[in-house]
C-alpha cells in the first residue's frame, strides 16, 4: 500500500499543493543525499518531464544544491530544507526553517517534509534490497508525464484488492 502513497507525492492531480518541479527537487536532492540510484534514475525522468532542466538536475547532485544559480531562493530554501530533513538535523538548524517560512506556508511546509520523510523511507527499503535499475528506455516509458493516470492508478488499486488475501498468515512468536 506504499505505492499509491509515494505516487500521491509524485504526481500531479492527487492532492499535492506544490509544483511538480519543486516536489522533484526535493525528492532528488533527497535520494542524492541517500545514495539512492533507483529512485534517483526514476525521479531524474520524472524530473525532466515535469520540466527540470539538465542544469538543475545535475546541481542537485551537488552538495552546494541550496546555493545554486539554476534555482531561485524560494528553490533553494525548499531544497536546503530537504538536506536537513534527509539528514535529520532540521530541527536543530532555525535559520533554515525560518528560511523556508519566508516562501512558504504551513501547509506547504508540512507536505515538503512529509515528503522528504517518506523519501528517506524509500530510498533505506530500495538501497537495502539492491533494486537494480531497469534499462534507461524502460524507465523513460514509465514517466511521458509528471500528471497523473487516473485509469492507472485504479487498475493498480483493483489489481491489489482482486489479489487482498482472505486470511493474513499468522506469525509464529516462537521463531527468531
Not at 57 to 77: K, Q, Y
Not at 94 to 121: P, Q
Request: proline fraction near 5%; aromatic fraction near 10%; include cysteine.
Amino acid at each position: 500500500m506504499f505505492l499509491p502513497f509515494f505516487f500521491a507525492f509524485e504526481r500531479d492531480g492527487t492532492g499535492s499543493i506544490l509544483p511538480a518541479p519543486l516536489r522533484l527537487m526535493i525528492l532528488l536532492k533527497t535520494h542524492h543525499l541517500h545514495g539512492a540510484h533507483y529512485l534517483v534514475a526514476h525521479h531524474t525522468v520524472l524530473g525532466r518531464a515535469a520540466g527540470l532542466t539538465e542544469a538543475q538536475l545535475a546541481a542537485l547532485s551537488g552538495a552546494d544544491a541550496g546555493d545554486s544559480t539554476e534555482f531561485t531562493s524560494r528553490e533553494c530554501a525548499a531544497i536546503t530544507w530537504a538536506a536537513q530533513v534527509a539528514h535529520n538535523i532540521a530541527k536543530r538548524d532555525e535559520a533554515v526553517f525560518n528560511e523556508l517560512a519566508r516562501y512558504f506556508n504551513h501547509a506547504e511546509v508540512v507536505e515538503m517534509t512529509a515528503l522528504c520523510s517518506v523519501t528517506s523511507n524509500a530510498d533505506l527499503i530500495y538501497n537495502a534490497l539492491r533494486v537494480p535499475v531497469e534499462p534507461a528506455s524502460e524507465i523513460a516509458a514509465l514517466y511521458p508525464t509528471v500528471a497523473a493516470d487516473p485509469a492507472r492508478l485504479r487498475r493498480y488499486l483493483e489489481q491489489v484488492v482482486t489479489d487482498w488475501p482472505t486470511k493474513f498468515p499468522q506469525i509464529d512468536a516462537g521463531r527468531t
